[in-house]
């Protein structure tokens, strides 16, 4: 069980909880198909809760290294850009938006997807394997995807109209890459 603390191992410890981040981002995914949102956010929310503490893990055991932060990455992408838009379009856009209002909304979550992207390959360009900044440039991914699930909400309760979904999610998805300053916990 030597890898477990290995940091050159791909299957260290903090690796381990990120694969798990990316089982519950798929298994989220798959939720969302059959139209069990309550579950594909349970699981979403698990992989955030994964999420928080392979990078202390990693930073704790000194675990940390160039294929943990790339694999990071690729779980933020999946459940914390993908999950959310996809729930968002299958619930909230999908049942409300015929036509060019569909395909405005379309426009506007892959608008979102690529915004995502694109800051997770800046962060990875950027970053330094175990060194943490005070503050992040831009909003980051999960408090992008707490945000569209606040958004999700508030449509699902009737309280915010799908017109309205789409621009907020136009809006988080600019504060991705903007010069807004988020403190890191």
């Known amino acids: 069980m030597k890898f477990l603390w290995t940091p050159s191992s791909h299957f260290n410890l903090a690796n381990l909880f990120t694969f798990v981040n990316i089982t519950a981002g798929l298994m989220a995914t798959y939720f969302i198909t059959q139209n069990n949102f309550t579950l594909a956010i349970v699981l979403a929310w698990i992989?955030?809760?994964?999420?928080?503490?392979d990078g202390k893990i990693a930073r704790?055991?000194?675990l940390s290294n160039e294929f943990g932060v790339q694999l990071d990455s690729f779980a933020d992408f999946l459940s914390f850009v993908l999950v959310?838009?996809?729930l968002i379009f299958q619930a909230s856009y999908a049942p409300a938006l015929h036509g060019l209002w569909l395909a405005f909304a379309a426009v506007i979550s892959i608008y979102y997807v690529i915004s995502g992207l694109r800051r997770l390959i800046h962060f990875n360009l950027n970053a330094d394997?175990?060194?943490v900044e005070k503050y992040f440039t831009g909003v980051p991914t999960p408090l992008g995807a707490i945000l569209l699930w606040l958004v999700y909400l508030l449509n699902a309760y009737e309280l915010?109209?799908?017109?309205g979904v789409m621009f907020l999610m136009f809006a988080i998805g600019w504060s991705l890459n903007s010069t807004i300053k988020?403190?890191?916990?």
């Open 60 to 62: 704790k055991y000194k």
């Open 84 to 86: 959310p838009v996809f």
């Open 47 to 53: 992989g955030g809760a994964f999420d928080i503490f």
């Open 182 to 185: 988020v403190k890191h916990p």
């Open 129 to 131: 394997a175990g060194e």
């Open 160 to 163: 915010l109209p799908a017109i």
